[in-house]
């Protein structure tokens, strides 16, 4: 059965830093990952995501330059590091699992996790 767990969400002040934390289980570590949220009463947004190898990574306008994702095969975990936080980040920020070598944002991954709760205060 495959899982993926987050962590590291929680509610911080505009301008601090969170790093995300996606444990996957049950998963071949070669699927390509992502990580995509969704924001109070809009769609759900895909964000950052990496290769299998790390050698491919796509991050969206909205996070560019401010947030690196990054994955350690050994532990099965996928990381995103976010500075610089803006209110607008506000959202629940879910990890996916896509088949295949990469993840792009028409990319339909094939597993979730629940998410965790991301709070960016003015």
């Known amino acids: 059965q495959v899982q993926l767990a987050e962590s590291g969400g929680g509610l911080v002040q505009a301008g601090d830093s969170l790093r995300l934390s996606c444990a996957a289980s049950g998963l071949p570590f070669s699927y390509a990952m992502g990580w995509c949220r969704q924001a109070p009463g809009k769609e759900r947004e895909f964000v950052v995501a990496?290769?299998?190898?790390?050698?491919?990574?796509y991050y969206a306008d909205s996070v560019k330059g401010r947030s690196t994702i990054s994955r350690d095969n050994a532990k099965n975990t996928v990381y995103l590091q976010m500075n610089s936080l803006k209110p607008e980040a506000t959202a629940v920020y879910y990890c996916?699992?896509?088949?295949?070598?990469?993840?792009?944002?028409?990319?339909?991954?094939?597993?979730w996790g629940q998410g965790t709760q991301v709070s960016v205060s003015f």
């Open positions: 996916a699992a896509a088949s295949g070598p990469v993840m792009v944002p028409t990319s339909t991954p094939d597993y």
């Open positions: 990496i290769s299998r190898n790390s050698g491919i990574l």
